[in-house]
């Protein structure tokens, strides 16, 4: 399978405990996404880096949200000291940006999500 | 700041062709995209408009570009049950490295027998 690989599918956590996603998306691809979708509601933008540098982070993600791509592949999100606020569908993508064949290849291609509970 | 709006249901006659309306207020948007949800499953990709152009059509599907008026849709001709999805409006702006994409609240697409 060369799609966009997370791990793990569902995760269970007790209030207050840290938690780590982890992203893997497809080979070559230099750009990586993370989104968090509830109920009813579209993704919601949280970061995402160009190859290993972080470009952008939402200003309503809290500081206990932290996002790492340390080689430019694949990346973690952790959450530190989760809240019942934080259950949610996370989502990774990935894209090649950059000019070919006159467009700028900006498709991102999903994966099937981290789903997290907090209990 | 960026926002995507959609109305949130739609229900069509099976066969009948279906038009989910967005509206968009990032004037810099350069690409603007049609991803379907189906329960359970990823985002798919549908279909996506470079924002100089007006209409795109694929198969079944035309999208519809008012960029004066921020407003954005999608065609389904022929609509089928196996349509039957949320459907997601979603724009990035910038020409040389695009950033972010942010996404619209989805609308619900069900078809009537």
């Known amino acids: 399978d060369t799609g966009v690989s997370q791990d793990p599918r569902h995760k269970i956590t007790k209030r207050g405990q840290n938690v780590t996603f982890r992203c893997d998306p497809i080979?070559?691809?230099?750009?990586l996404y993370w989104y968090r979708q509830t109920l009813g509601q579209g993704p919601e933008f949280l970061t995402y880096?160009?190859?290993?540098?972080?470009?952008?982070k939402s200003r309503l993600l809290s500081d206990r949200f932290s996002a790492e791509r340390p080689k430019g592949s694949f990346s973690t999100l952790e959450i530190q000291r989760t809240e019942q606020g934080d259950s949610a569908m996370y989502l990774c993508?990935?894209?090649?940006?950059?000019?070919?064949?006159?467009?700028?290849?900006?498709?991102?291609?999903f994966g099937q999500g981290t789903r997290l509970t907090v209990v | 700041g960026e926002d995507v709006e959609q109305s949130l249901f739609l229900s069509v006659r099976e066969g009948d062709s279906s038009v989910i309306n967005c509206t968009y207020t990032?004037?810099?948007?350069?690409?603007l995209y049609w991803y379907k949800q189906e329960p359970g499953a990823g985002l798919q990709l549908l279909t996506y408009?470079?924002?100089?152009?007006d209409m795109k059509q694929d198969q079944r599907l035309t999208v519809l570009l008012n960029k004066k008026d921020k407003h954005l849709s999608l065609r389904i001709a022929d609509t089928q049950t196996g349509d039957s999805a949320i459907y997601f409006c979603?724009?990035?702006?910038?020409?040389?490295?695009?950033?972010?994409?942010?996404f619209g609240s989805g609308t619900r697409l069900s078809i009537r027998p």
């Open positions: 408009i470079f924002s100089n152009m």
């Open positions: 990032d004037s810099s948007s350069t690409y």
């Open positions: 979603a724009e990035t702006s910038g020409y040389s490295s695009a950033s972010k994409i942010i």
């Open positions: 080979s070559e691809h230099n750009r």
């Open positions: 993508a990935s894209s090649l940006v950059g000019w070919s064949r006159g467009s700028m290849n900006t498709e991102a291609f």
């Open positions: 880096f160009q190859n290993e540098a972080q470009l952008e």
